[in-house]
């Protein structure tokens, strides 16, 4: 009776959590992204409009404020704005060094060229002996690779179970192995904690050359 039991509870977590948890990560962002609602007028607002408030308006907002954004900054007027914009960021002594850091990453990361975050490599971290999952990010600066005398790959190695969080670490390119994984199985075998294992086919392939 007690193993039915537990085999009946063990089954409802397993129908429960996931859904739990993804409300929960689905509420967080419909309110983080209801919050653009206060760049509007107060008297524009759903409440003072509608009379009531309208749970995730404010992500179809910040969808078409996207939206609309690109299609400006597509057009010759727009590049011209935005590359105005740009300049005089560029003259704020704090701001240009945060600005310039931040658009190159995003121009990285949303490019449909390159190799930043496209590769999931398995290096030794925190010592030798010890293995962990790492996203190539780019390869080594020649400046870099000139001072360290070797060539190098730049990586980040994410915390687990939060991989917003992590290190940058530059490493041998001989020292690196990449792995015959999507970058998705990997940052599900990242948030499960090794719990949610990728196909058994899966094998390393040689280290990077």
């Not at 509870?9 to 209801?34: E, F, N, R, S, Y």
């Not at 991989?163 to 199985?185: A, H, K, N, Q």
Request: proline content about 7%; hydrophobic content about 50%.
């Amino acid at each position: 009776m007690l193993g039915l039991l537990r085999r009946y509870l063990i089954a409802g977590l397993l129908v429960w959590v996931p859904l739990g948890v993804t409300a929960l990560v689905v509420k967080a962002l419909v309110d983080l992204m209801d919050r653009t609602l206060l760049l509007l007028p107060p008297q524009w607002r759903p409440e003072a409009v509608l009379g009531f408030s309208v749970p995730g308006l404010g992500l179809a907002l910040a969808f078409v404020v996207v939206l609309a954004t690109g299609a400006l900054a597509a057009n010759f007027l727009g590049r011209r704005l935005v590359a105005g914009g740009e300049a005089l960021l560029r003259r704020v002594p704090v701001v240009r060094s945060v600005y310039g850091a931040v658009k190159q990453v995003a121009e990285t990361l949303f490019s449909a060229r390159g190799d930043s975050f496209r590769k999931v490599l398995l290096v030794e971290y925190p010592r030798r002996g010890c293995w962990t999952l790492a996203f190539q990010t780019a390869s080594a600066s020649p400046a870099v690779e000139g001072a360290a005398g070797r060539p190098l790959v730049s990586v980040f190695v994410p915390t687990t179970p939060n991989p917003t969080s992590g290190f940058f670490l530059m490493l041998p390119r001989e020292e690196v192995v990449e792995l015959d994984m999507s970058v998705d199985e990997g940052l599900r075998l990242l948030l499960s904690m090794g719990v949610v294992q990728p196909g058994r086919e899966v094998a390393a392939r040689p280290r990077l050359r």
